[in-house]
């Protein structure tokens, strides 16, 4: 059967203590609400999201979304999650319910509970010390109502099984209870918790599907909101791990979402792979960035920054490189160069202390450098420059393309300012 999906996203976060919506804050390199959005959009054809607080914010993070829907919740009469239902109308039969804050729900979760055949399904953990989640009281071992905590006495607060606070409920159990709802508690707030003590009490059908308690942590400050990034982590790294890449001292490694990292790789301490990064078949030495690129049997670091959008095949980058927009393809760059909107052809040596002057003060441009150049160290290559193959740029040289345009293959370029050029290697 067919489902929708509505996301709770209207709230003020005020523990957050930010200015950021707390749906735009972020765990590994994703904001709260695009794990949620992405994970609503795998399983419905009808995802709707609740908004009130920074609602045109969020509206405009999620552009990229073209089949979201959006109501916008009245916080001044209709408080509370009930509140966020009043003017929600489902297209389809059965209704996934969940909440902008909590990204640590599984895709596998998600889908039991939207499997499970009852009018109403509830997901339930057990935690035993003391907490503020709602509890599920039971009756003879039968689901009664759930107590907000605030609303609990102290019999009840005794229980152990917690509400986690998602939900699947069928188009028409919301289109007969919602509109019951009152606002008689200590918040003054409408809970969709009332319409499931209706539902029972009307002998509708309930089923509980309990989970693991981290699945269902809610991010309410930014102590949560480390705590969900280090839990996250731990999946992305030991997926990894059982899939066969090779990690040294796991803990200080850091890695995004949305990274492919294939078997074999080796990754050292200290290094970080940001979102949209793809590695296959090399080695991530200690303490090296690599951000939203490509590398493909070869090795990078230790200390070395892989900026967005290079490409870097068959090469060896060594400590305190830099690269930017740079596609590199047997590339060898061994220490202290910045190589920024550039492509470089294969059997190039780049020497220490070479820089691309990408950036005339306005605009960005490209620099290409043929087959089987060595540059030589500290030089500077002025771009847009194109160099030929089988060049050598000498130690201290300063070039533009001006310069480059003299150049012949096996031409040999020394010292800018005296404008000396070699035919031939062997003259040299």
């Not at 929600?88 to 499997?115: Q, R």
């Not at 074999?264 to 296959?280: L, P, Q, R, T």
């Not at 920024?340 to 620099?367: M, T």
């Amino acid at each position: 059967m067919k489902k929708s999906v509505v996301i709770l996203a209207a709230g003020f976060g005020t523990r957050m203590n930010s200015n950021l919506a707390k749906p735009l804050h972020t765990i590994c390199g994703k904001s709260l609400i695009k794990i949620i959005v992405e994970n609503a959009l795998k399983l419905a054809d009808d995802v709707t999201l609740i908004l009130h607080h920074q609602a045109e914010n969020i509206k405009e993070h999620l552009k990229d979304f073209n089949n979201l829907n959006y109501i916008y919740q009245d916080m001044t009469n209709h408080k509370g999650t009930g509140g966020a239902l009043i003017s929600y109308e489902p297209k389809n039969d059965e209704v996934l319910i969940l909440n902008a804050d909590m990204p640590l729900i599984t895709l596998k979760s998600l889908e039991i509970i939207a499997n499970t055949k009852a009018d109403i399904v509830l997901s339930t953990f057990n935690k035993f010390e003391k907490n503020a989640y709602g509890r599920v009281i039971k009756e003879n071992n039968k689901i009664t109502k759930i107590v907000e905590t605030k609303d609990a006495n102290d019999e009840e607060l005794k229980c152990t099984l917690c509400n986690a606070g998602i939900y699947k409920m069928s188009k028409n159990v919301l289109k007969t209870y919602i509109p019951k709802l009152n606002n008689n508690n200590a918040q003054k707030e409408y809970y969709i918790t009332d319409v499931i003590k209706m539902a029972i009490d009307d002998g509708l059908m309930l089923c509980e599907c309990v989970f693991d308690e981290l699945e269902f942590l809610g991010i309410n400050n930014k102590l949560d909101l480390e705590l969900a990034e280090n839990i996250m982590q731990d999946r992305i790294k030991n997926e990894l791990l059982i899939n066969g890449v090779i990690m040294h001292n796991k803990s200080s490694i850091f890695i995004e979402l949305d990274c492919e990292i294939s078997n074999d790789c080796e990754i050292e301490s200290g290094v970080v792979i940001k979102a949209n990064s793809k590695i296959k078949n090399s080695k991530i030495l200690a303490n090296s960035i690599i951000e939203n690129s490509i590398i493909e049997n070869s090795s990078i670091g230790p200390m070395a920054r892989i900026r967005p959008k290079c490409v870097i095949k068959e090469s060896k980058i060594g400590n305190f490189v830099e690269c930017k927009n740079a596609k590199l393809e047997e590339v060898k760059a061994g220490h202290l160069a910045y190589l920024g909107d550039c492509e470089i052809s294969s059997g190039v040596n780049i020497g220490c202390g070479v820089i691309i002057c990408n950036y005339d003060g306005k605009a960005k441009h490209i620099s290409k450098i043929g087959k089987n150049v060595f540059v030589g160290s500290n030089a500077n290559l002025i771009a847009p420059i194109s160099i030929p193959d089988d060049t050598l740029i000498a130690a201290g040289s300063t070039i533009s393309n001006k310069d480059a345009k003299k150049l012949v293959a096996k031409d040999l370029f020394l010292e800018r300012s005296k404008g000396v050029i070699f035919n031939n290697f062997k003259d040299f």
